[in-house]
C-alpha cells in the first residue's frame, strides 16, 4: 500500500503563491506518475498537473503559465508551485500516485483564495 501525504494548504490572497507538496512512500517512486487534482465545492475532481515517469509534464488550461509541477525522486516528493492565485483556484487538492492499474489519493488539503 502507498502512503500519500499532501502538505496543509491554507488561505492565500488573490495574486499570491502557495507551494504544495507531497510525499509517497515505496521504493519506486521514481516510476510513478504524479499528479495534483482539485474539487471545488459542487464541482467535479479535476485534474491540474501531472508528471509522469519521463518527466512529461500536463496542465489544465486554467494553470497553464501559474503553476508548476515538479518531483525530486530522491525524496519521494512532488511538488505544486501556485502563482498568481485567483479565486477560482480555491478547491480541495488532491495527490494521486499511479503505477500501472494502481492509483493512490491523499487526504486533501484546503487551498482557498480570498481577500
Known amino acids: 500500500q502507498v502512503q500519500v501525504v499532501e502538505s496543509r494548504g491554507g488561505l492565500v490572497q488573490p495574486g499570491g503563491s502557495l507551494r504544495l507538496s507531497c510525499v509517497a512512500s515505496g521504493s519506486i517512486f521514481r516510476y510513478y506518475t504524479m499528479a495534483w487534482y482539485r474539487q471545488a465545492p459542487g464541482k467535479q475532481r479535476e485534474l491540474v498537473a501531472s508528471?509522469?515517469?519521463?518527466?512529461?509534464?500536463k496542465y489544465a488550461d486554467s494553470v497553464k503559465g501559474r503553476f508548476t509541477i515538479s518531483r525530486d525522486n530522491a525524496k519521494n516528493i512532488v511538488y505544486l508551485q501556485m502563482n498568481s492565485l485567483k479565486s477560482e483556484d480555491t478547491a480541495v487538492y488532491y495527490c494521486?500516485?499511479?503505477?500501472?492499474?494502481?492509483?493512490?489519493w491523499g487526504q486533501g488539503t484546503q487551498v482557498t483564495v480570498s481577500s
Open positions: 508528471i509522469a515517469n519521463t518527466e512529461s509534464i
Open positions: 494521486n500516485a499511479a503505477f500501472g492499474s494502481a492509483t493512490y
